[in-house]
């Protein structure tokens, strides 16, 4: 449904999808110039919103959407969370009568012709089917309403190529390799590796050897194969609502949807280890509000609502093979082991090493909406509270990310001799943080006469930082690095570091707390003349906002919580595959712990 959005003239799509290191609960929207996370998702008179990449949630599929709505500019004070726009979404309920629906939408790439540059079709199979239901239980009383969406993906495209060690090459003959004349045969003619036969400095690494292993085989002598990374994908969506008619003046509602993702891991359907470019999902995203609204009189009503939203993403990879199945002397904190070829070659489990984790996203809450009509006023006030939970794993370098340049002629050849260029490891990073989201509001909407209104209003949005659960979070005071002061917490850290615990540091926040966030509203509409045909529109504003959770998501991947290592080529034999950590001083730093009763900063 959140596509429905930039049909409206007044947004754009930034990113069709989330990052893959968490759940697609849907586009990325940038409204009026502001960031893609600043525009506040409602669905039911609650809150919507996907507070990890900042978001929405998923939103109902259009046959159980009763209607949204996308306020942009300066919007009155009872919009707020975030500064750029609000999407206001109603899921559709039962009557009396019933009424539903069935739908089948279908790709078949059997069906289609082949794009005209493109060798063969694309290979698509896609599915997408449901209904909806609604009626009454209890007739004038009780209903009911509810839908299912589900959405089949099938495709197996043979769309990619890479260049493997031949049976040949891994015995030190790259002969039938130079012959054909393959890509980049003049530097493996004149690689020193391949002058040597392999010898010396430059002999065959039992890893790379072990690893070749595991790769697909061909008789082309250049080692050319082609693959493809199959997408096998299973979506589905079920929204149910119930609507409760106490009396004429006082009706409550009940909302539930669930949201499912899954999809197989590529490699798992094709072991082919070059496969391994994309991760699995198995993704869930539920959304569950009550309401109560209540006619007090003729000119007063309230509207209540509790609300909580909950995802939970796991983005596992595929382990073909691990360290030691290989003979490597080296500790991966997932068991796979990325290798990027920059040249000729192939590339195993990239850039899948950024995208594997998981993270569940919790937040629930509770608004409240009073509006009053007084003779030309109506006024209205209300506030509401939300409470973000989230706990997430990402291991971007965990596992170490082994880079191959052509050093001594090809990519393929440094592999095959062990010679890495550069490797990046770090620990997990993890983004377990909370958040309290607090508002006021108070407004009012006066109809001065017939050619002029006003709308204006005050809304009191406190920004009350992420508070980090494990402690791990700093800050820098830039008079203490240059008064030679340290940590009382970690006092081997170097001058001007802060952690919890220090003098100036905000609990386990690192960030102080925004009390005086006022935002003022101002909106008028004028009709110059009178006669309904034109109508003239101002207004502005003060809005602030509040930042995407996985904003921290590197925050405690840094020194004394966590450790990164960088390790650069140097000569033949100072980086190698089967013992990356051989001549590291100290030796192998992983795994890594960080005590905190006992904490030093590494050096």
């Known amino acids: 449904a959140t596509d429905l959005i930039p049909l409206s003239g007044l947004a754009i799509t930034t990113s069709s999808s989330q990052p893959t290191y968490t759940m697609n609960t849907g586009p990325s929207i940038s409204v009026a110039g502001g960031m893609s996370w600043s525009v506040q998702y409602n669905l039911d008179g609650a809150p919507h919103v996907d507070t990890y990449v900042g978001t929405s949630m998923p939103l109902p599929f259009p046959d159980a959407l009763q209607e949204f709505r996308l306020s942009t500019g300066s919007q009155d004070a009872s919009s707020g969370g975030h500064s750029a726009a609000v999407v206001d979404a109603v899921t559709k309920s039962g009557t009396n009568a019933f009424h539903g629906d069935l739908f089948e939408f279908f790709r078949n790439s059997d069906l289609n012709a082949r794009d005209f540059f493109s060798a063969s079709g694309d290979g698509l199979k896609r599915n997408q089917f449901g209904g909806v239901l609604g009626g009454r239980i209890v007739k004038d009383k009780l209903f009911f309403f509810l839908g299912y969406q589900g959405t089949t993906i099938r495709q197996n495209l043979v769309n990619q190529s890479a260049y493997v060690p031949t049976a040949a090459e891994l015995k030190g003959d790259f002969s039938q390799y130079i012959a054909a004349g393959c890509p980049s045969a003049a530097a493996t003619a004149a690689s020193p590796a391949v002058l040597s036969h392999f010898t010396g400095p430059f002999t065959l690494s039992p890893a790379a050897l072990k690893i070749s292993s595991y790769l697909p085989q061909t008789s082309d002598p250049c080692g050319h194969v082609l693959y493809g990374t199959p997408v096998h994908?299973?979506?589905?969506?079920?929204?149910?609502?119930?609507?409760?008619?106490?009396?004429?003046k006082h009706t409550l509602f009940a909302r539930y949807i669930i949201t499912r993702i899954e999809t197989e891991i590529p490699y798992d359907i094709t072991h082919n280890a070059l496969a391994t470019n994309q991760v699995g999902q198995d993704d869930q995203a539920q959304a569950l509000a009550l309401g109560?609204?209540?006619?007090?009189?003729?000119?007063?009503?309230?509207?209540?609502?509790?609300?909580?939203?909950?995802?939970?993403?796991?983005?596992?990879?595929?382990?073909?093979?691990?360290?030691?199945?290989?003979?490597?002397?080296?500790?991966?904190?997932?068991?796979?082991?990325?290798?990027?070829?920059?040249?000729?070659?192939?590339?195993?489990?990239?850039?899948?090493?950024?995208?594997?984790?998981?993270?569940?996203?919790?937040?629930?809450?509770?608004?409240?909406?009073?509006?009053?009509?007084?003779?030309?006023?109506?006024?209205?006030?209300?506030?509401?509270?939300?409470?973000?939970?989230?706990?997430?794993?990402?291991?971007?370098w965990s596992q170490g990310l082994f880079i191959f340049a052509g050093v001594f002629g090809t990519p393929l050849i440094d592999f095959l001799t062990g010679n890495v260029?550069?490797?990046?490891?770090?620990?997990?990073?993890?983004?377990?943080?909370?958040?309290?989201?607090?508002?006021?509001?108070?407004?009012?909407?006066?109809?001065?006469?017939?050619?002029?209104?006003?709308?204006?209003?005050?809304?009191?949005?406190?920004?009350?930082?992420?508070?980090?659960?494990?402690?791990?979070?700093?800050?820098?005071?830039?008079?203490?690095?240059?008064?030679?002061?340290?940590?009382?917490?970690?006092?081997?850290?170097?001058?001007?570091?802060?952690?919890?615990?220090?003098?100036?540091?905000?609990?386990?926040?690192?960030?102080?707390?925004?009390?005086?966030?006022?935002?003022?509203?101002?909106?008028?509409?004028?009709?110059?003349?009178?006669?309904?045909?034109?109508?003239?529109?101002?207004?502005?504003?003060?809005?602030?906002?509040?930042?995407?959770?996985?904003?921290?998501?590197?925050?405690?991947?840094?020194?004394?919580?966590?450790?990164?290592?960088?390790q650069s080529f140097s000569g033949p034999g100072s980086l190698t595959l089967d013992n990356p950590y051989g001549s590291y001083p100290g030796g192998n730093p992983f795994p890594y712990n960080y005590s905190a009763r006992t904490p030093v900063f590494p050096s």
Do not use: C
Not at 233 to 248: F, G, H, K, N
Not at 298 to 321: D, E, I, K, Q, Y
């Open 233 to 248: 994908q299973t979506q589905l969506q079920a929204p149910l609502r119930i609507d409760y008619r106490l009396s004429p």
């Open 292 to 396: 109560d609204t209540w006619l007090i009189n003729a000119t007063t009503v309230n509207s209540f609502h509790l609300s909580g939203t909950r995802v939970g993403a796991n983005t596992p990879a595929a382990v073909p093979f691990t360290p030691k199945d290989v003979g490597m002397n080296f500790y991966s904190y997932y068991g796979f082991v990325p290798i990027l070829m920059a040249g000729v070659g192939f590339n195993l489990s990239f850039p899948t090493n950024f995208a594997a984790g998981s993270d569940t996203i919790t937040n629930f809450g509770f608004n409240d909406d009073v509006t009053l009509v007084r003779g030309s006023h109506q006024f209205a006030f209300g506030g509401q509270l939300t409470r973000s939970l989230l706990n997430a794993q990402s291991y971007a």
């Open 421 to 566: 260029v550069s490797l990046h490891q770090a620990n997990p990073n993890p983004d377990n943080v909370t958040q309290n989201l607090f508002s006021l509001y108070a407004s009012d909407n006066w109809k001065v006469n017939r050619r002029l209104s006003i709308s204006y209003g005050l809304r009191w949005n406190p920004f009350l930082p992420m508070s980090f659960k494990n402690g791990d979070t700093y800050n820098f005071s830039l008079s203490n690095f240059y008064n030679d002061i340290r940590s009382t917490v970690v006092p081997t850290a170097p001058p001007g570091l802060l952690y919890v615990g220090d003098k100036g540091v905000n609990g386990k926040s690192g960030m102080n707390d925004q009390w005086r966030h006022v935002e003022p509203r101002l909106g008028i509409a004028w009709d110059p003349t009178g006669s309904g045909k034109t109508v003239i529109r101002a207004g502005t504003g003060i809005a602030y906002d509040t930042i995407r959770m996985d904003i921290h998501e590197n925050t405690s991947s840094v020194a004394p919580f966590r450790i990164t290592v960088l």
